[in-house]
């Protein structure tokens, strides 16, 4: 008997975010926050979690890098640094320790 596998969808992290509040994006964030291990789904979670911060209100300047992209178009590609946690103060999303 084969075993029927799930069928890839490169958005399933951007539809599932797409529901969720700011705060619960900061609590999925930060459980995953200080984690070293790296694989294709967990870099489509940020790239979903960085989508939905930087359509917020929120300022993520202190998180979230946009830099130029390749040959130097301007993108939304940039970095997020990942290994601490963050939270709101006031209208900014800041890393603390």
């Not at 489509?44 to 390749?70: M, N, Q, V």
Request: proline share 3%; aromatic share 12%.
């Amino acid at each position: 008997m084969r075993e029927e596998k799930a069928e890839f969808n490169p958005n399933d992290e951007r539809e599932r975010f797409a529901e969720y509040s700011i705060e619960q994006c900061i609590q999925a964030f930060n459980r995953d926050a200080g984690s070293g291990g790296w694989v294709p789904a967990r870099g489509r979670f940020h790239g979903a979690l960085r989508e939905k911060f930087l359509g917020s209100k929120y300022d993520c300047s202190d998180f979230i890098t946009i830099g130029p992209g390749k040959y130097g178009v301007k993108s939304i590609v940039g970095s997020m640094k990942v290994m601490k946690k963050i939270r709101i103060e006031g209208d900014k999303i800041v890393q603390y320790d």
